[in-house]
């Protein structure tokens, strides 16, 4: 179990010496910010009994950015131990954001104060899912400061990336709901492409290609729910990787399809309009086929975005 668990003041390194470095930017120390959460006490302490849950938010001395690190333990019979962390990384923009609202309270560190910043940090974060083991790719900020009536955190959306700390690109991939979906790039610190391919709902799919620091495919590998079935020959992974985020990472017709789709509504309500008054009764029925047409479009691109199908045996 990770010592930071077991107590710690703000400020602080966690208790017990250790020194938690943050894997963003793999130089700064994490500081815990805020103690949100407790449930039992941690294995060693006299009270423990069988489950322990905690949930405290750190902050990067040297990148700013947050992680917010949920700790779940279970002694199942008194000897075997089941442990698991989630940790959800917050962009430095949000985090300074949050640390305005951390002066709100006058207990950061108790884990039972009753204050309205724990209580809605408690309320929108103890049910975030549990996220899969995916290397760097773990480090793409996941949560976005929403509100500032409430303080919530919530699941972020859209493309994100992480740099080296000469500013370097060290991962770029998409969140849907904070779940990596769609194409994910990681880089080497000098530049070069290091592996590529396809996520869905935070898993891997599809093939995955692997290169050496000069650039040239090693290694390719089929995907399916997370885990490799099979081998697949480099060259042809890397050319069906490369073509597949071509496609992904294009804007524009996202930005068609999400333009097109905001104006579906108001269309669909003119058409309805213009049927009701019986004003152009002929060509009204046409119109009324368009705002489908758009629905569906926007039907098939979530699909696409979130259900990557593109697989090679």
Known sequence: MNASHAGGNAGQPASGGEILKCAACGTGRLLRAMFIYKEGEPPGHPNHQVVYNDLQLHECEQCARGVLIRMKHDSFDWEA???NEDRYWIDARSMKELNGWLAACARPQDPECNCKLHEAMRKSLLNLPELGANGDFGLIPRLRYD???DCRLVLGDGS???EYSDGRMRVRASLIGGLLCGHGWRY???GTLAEEGEFSLDKRT?????????GKPV???CYENGYRVSSVEPMKAAAEAAKSGKAMS???????????TVFSIPLALLTMLLWNLSLARVWGHW??????AWILALLVWMAYKLWPVRRSR
């Open 206 to 214: 599809g093939n995955w290609v692997e290169y050496n620091d000069s």
């Open 219 to 221: 290694f390719g590998g």
């Open 160 to 162: 994100e990336q992480v």
């Open 250 to 260: 294009h804007p524009r017709l996202t930005f068609i399809l999400v333009f097109l």
């Open 147 to 149: 509100s500032k009536e």
């Open 188 to 190: 080497y610190e000098n």
């Open 81 to 83: 131990a089941w442990d």
């Open 287 to 292: 119109i009324a086929f368009v705002p489908e």
